[in-house]
Structure formats: C-alpha cells, structure tokens
C-alpha cells in the first residue's frame, strides 16, 4: 500500500530485554514493504541515561523517551526516511513535547507527547500512554487509577482543542467490551473490565476519539495481551487492552488497523503484541 503513514503502539515489558525483539519487529516490517513511520512504546523500564539511543539511530529511528527505574517509561521512535526534511534530525523532530499530564502530580512516568510532521503531511500530534493496571477495584491503586483517568481526559479535551490531528496510542489496561476478553464471565467484577474503567473508556470515545481497530472488520477473539501463566497465548487467553484512538481528523484517513501476533511467537517475548493503525494522510 503506497503513501501510507503507519502508526503503531508496543508494550515491551522491558527495552533493556527486548530491544532485539523491537529492532527486529521494525526490520521485518520493512522488508515487508510495511514500515513503521512511529512506534510508541510503554514499560521501558529503565531511566533516560539507559535508554538506548544510538540502537535505534543505528535502525534508522530517532527517539523521545520519558523513562524511569525499575517501572513505567514511555517513548516515541519516528522513521527518520519518513520525516520531513526540516524534522530529519532529534532536536526538530519532537515539537511541544509534554512529559506526563500537566497538572497531575505523578513520579510514574506514563504519558510522552509531541506534535511530529512526516513529508508532504500536516503536522500530528502523537501521544504514548502508559495507562495504571489498578491491581484491583478494591485497591488504593484502582483509585489512583480513575483519578489518573479523568486527569486524562480533561488533559485531552484541551489537547484534542490544539492539536485536531491526534492519536492516542499504547497499553490502556482496559479492555473495552466482552468480545475483547478470553472468557468474559470469568472476569466479571474484576480490574481491566469493570464499569468504571469501561466508562471512562467510553468517556475518552465521547471526547471524538474513535478505536482504530473496530473501525474494521476483525476475526472474533483479536487480542494483544496474554498471561505469561498457564499458556496463556497457546490458548489464546487474553484481552486485547492495547489500543490506537484518532480524533475526527485521522479517523477518516485510517484505511487499516490490525495487531500483529508475530512477535509473540518469538523467543523471550514481551506479553503484549503490537497494534497498528494505517494512514492514508
């Protein structure tokens, strides 16, 4: 497909572990003729000092990294082939970079996001989003989680204001519907499926984000994270919790939206596949 700019989200669960796994994601889909132009990562796991730069540069990519120790970190690696000649380099690349959520005190580093221009497009903004886990709905972390999610959501309303070509791309620990968990029943009541999390889902749909993936039409049980334990991914039990919204403005240029299974057949994977959204700007 010509004149695609491919959007894609991964949560690497480590990039000290799995950056051959990334570098090579990124070189199988460029053989394929498939590139992709951004990638956003979540749970890099490790501070900036450590985030690996010249790897990337080395693949062709360019990168903005937001990370911490031990937990979280989020990033943004663009195609430098892609990129407009004026944003070939690092430093004009990222325009109004924001790191975390502007008024929300949080040491968890969660959100990246910068408006970037690839060649012969309009500027888009992109943002990286690592969303909580809440652990539990009867947890103080399910708490932090709803107040993490309607900080969200007011931080959006004014940058979807600003910036009308937007993604919100990454691993929202929310799985929206039924059709997007193993066995619903079994989860009913517990955390990534409840009424809150699912409503302030909703929530983030009703500000014009629209999910990339249901735009099409998808094989029944598509999902993008599955349980290390009890085989989890040869049972295909899993949810598909990582997602790729666009605003108004980029949902009708999206001609595809997929995950892509691959990576999580190979050797030491992360749990979560990556998902990507094509388009045709």
């Given at each position: 497909?010509?004149?695609?700019?491919r959007?894609a989200?991964?949560?690497?669960?480590?990039i000290?572990v799995?950056?051959?796994q990334?570098l090579?994601?990124?070189?199988?889909?460029?053989?394929?003729?498939?590139?992709?132009?951004?990638?956003?990562?979540?749970?890099?796991?490790l501070t900036d000092?450590?985030?690996?730069?010249?790897?990337?540069?080395?693949?062709?990519?360019?990168?903005?990294?937001?990370?911490?120790?031990?937990y979280n970190?989020?990033?943004?690696?663009l195609?430098?082939?892609?990129?407009?000649?004026?944003?070939?380099?690092s430093?004009?690349?990222?325009?109004?970079?924001?790191?975390n959520?502007p008024?929300f005190?949080?040491e968890?580093?969660?959100?990246?996001a910068?408006?970037v221009?690839?060649?012969?497009?309009?500027?888009m903004r992109l943002i990286?989003?690592?969303?909580?886990?809440g652990?539990?709905?009867?947890s103080?972390?399910?708490?932090?989680k709803?107040?993490?999610l309607?900080?969200?959501?007011?931080?959006l309303k004014t940058?979807?204001?600003s910036?009308?070509?937007?993604?919100?791309?990454?691993?929202?620990?929310?799985?929206?519907?039924?059709?997007?968990?193993?066995?619903p029943?079994?989860w009913?009541?517990?955390?990534?499926?409840?009424?809150?999390?699912?409503?302030?889902?909703?929530d983030?749909?009703?500000?014009g984000l629209?999910?990339s993936?249901?735009?099409?039409?998808?094989?029944?049980?598509?999902?993008?994270?599955?349980?290390?334990?009890?085989?989890?991914?040869?049972?295909?039990?899993?949810?598909?919790?990582?997602?790729?919204?666009?605003?108004e403005?980029?949902k009708?240029c999206?001609?595809a939206?997929?995950?892509?299974?691959?990576?999580?057949?190979?050797?030491?994977p992360?749990d979560h596949?990556?998902?990507?959204?094509?388009?045709?700007?």
């Amino acid at each position: 497909m010509t004149d695609v700019t491919r959007i894609a989200a991964w949560n690497v669960n480590s990039i000290k572990v799995r950056l051959p796994q990334v570098l090579r994601w990124l070189e199988s889909q460029e053989k394929a003729h498939t590139p992709i132009d951004a990638l956003c990562l979540q749970e890099l796991k490790l501070t900036d000092d450590k985030y690996p730069h010249a790897e990337f540069e080395a693949a062709g990519y360019i990168s903005l990294a937001a990370g911490q120790k031990t937990y979280n970190g989020v990033a943004i690696l663009l195609r430098r082939a892609a990129l407009a000649s004026i944003a070939a380099d690092s430093d004009t690349a990222f325009i109004k970079t924001v790191r975390n959520i502007p008024g929300f005190e949080d040491e968890q580093q969660r959100t990246l996001a910068a408006t970037v221009c690839f060649k012969g497009k309009q500027p888009m903004r992109l943002i990286s989003a690592y969303f909580p886990n809440g652990q539990s709905p009867d947890s103080d972390k399910f708490q932090y989680k709803l107040a993490w999610l309607n900080a969200l959501h007011a931080w959006l309303k004014t940058e979807l204001n600003s910036h009308p070509r937007l993604a919100l791309l990454g691993d929202f620990n929310i799985a929206p519907e039924d059709r997007d968990v193993h066995e619903p029943a079994k989860w009913v009541g517990q955390n990534l499926v409840s009424p809150e999390e699912r409503g302030a889902f909703q929530d983030l749909i009703q500000l014009g984000l629209t999910d990339s993936f249901r735009m099409f039409e998808q094989a029944p049980k598509a999902f993008s994270w599955w349980d290390y334990r009890m085989m989890g991914f040869r049972r295909n039990a899993g949810m598909r919790i990582d997602h790729v919204l666009l605003s108004e403005a980029l949902k009708e240029c999206c001609v595809a939206s997929r995950i892509d299974k691959e990576p999580r057949t190979w050797e030491q994977p992360s749990d979560h596949a990556p998902v990507i959204a094509d388009l045709s700007l």
